[in-house]
């Protein structure tokens, strides 16, 4: 059977495979997100079932909301101290957007943020994470009514 990849007309031997090169996906120092769920994350092989500062390198941070409607200008201004490229904000178990005037600090240092919910956000925040970028996830987790994190 010939293998995938090969010049035209030859074939290779079953046994018979070219060299690769793998990699580890996780690069020592960086903070990915290994499961998420309704009631939190683990990072680094710690849950997390409160709201959580997550951001490219450094520590994982609780990040003191309890619900939406408590967010405040501060909230945001302590992300933007973190001086990452993008914030990636999971607004929750469903989409919301903050009032623009709560982004002010983001807005004023020319850092971009993206809304969209907590689950989408654990996803994005990986996948721009592996492509190098710095990259801070504020996740909202507004109760730990699940007691699973899941993958």
Same mark, same amino acid.
């Given at each position: 059977?010939?293998?995938?990849?090969?010049?035209?007309?030859? &074939? !290779?031997?079953?046994?018979?495979?070219?060299?690769?090169?793998?990699?580890?996906?996780?690069?020592?120092?960086?903070?990915?997100? !290994?499961?998420?769920?309704?009631?939190?994350?683990?990072?680094?092989?710690?849950?997390?079932?409160?709201?959580?500062?997550?951001?490219?390198?450094?520590?994982?941070?609780?990040?003191?909301?309890?619900?939406?409607?408590?967010?405040?200008?501060?909230?945001?201004?302590?992300?933007?101290?973190?001086?990452?490229?993008?914030?990636?904000?999971?607004?929750? &178990?469903?989409?919301?957007?903050?009032?623009?005037?709560?982004?002010?600090?983001?807005?004023?240092?020319?850092?971009?943020?993206?809304?969209?919910?907590?689950? !989408?956000?654990?996803?994005?925040?990986?996948?721009?994470?592996?492509?190098?970028? &710095?990259?801070?996830?504020?996740?909202?987790?507004?109760?730990?009514?699940?007691?699973?994190?899941?993958?």
């Amino acid at each position: 059977m010939p293998l995938e990849g090969g010049a035209p007309g030859q &074939s !290779a031997q079953p046994d018979t495979y070219a060299p690769m090169k793998l990699q580890a996906d996780r690069i020592e120092g960086q903070n990915a997100i !290994a499961r998420h769920g309704p009631g939190g994350v683990i990072v680094n092989g710690t849950e997390h079932r409160r709201s959580v500062l997550v951001p490219w390198r450094g520590a994982v941070l609780d990040w003191p909301v309890a619900e939406f409607g408590a967010l405040t200008e501060a909230h945001f201004a302590a992300l933007a101290e973190m001086k990452p490229e993008l914030v990636i904000f999971g607004s929750g &178990s469903r989409i919301r957007f903050v009032r623009p005037a709560l982004l002010r600090p983001l807005m004023e240092r020319r850092i971009g943020i993206e809304t969209m919910d907590t689950a !989408a956000a654990c996803r994005t925040y990986n996948v721009l994470l592996a492509e190098g970028r &710095s990259v801070l996830a504020a996740l909202l987790f507004e109760t730990a009514t699940s007691p699973d994190v899941r993958g």
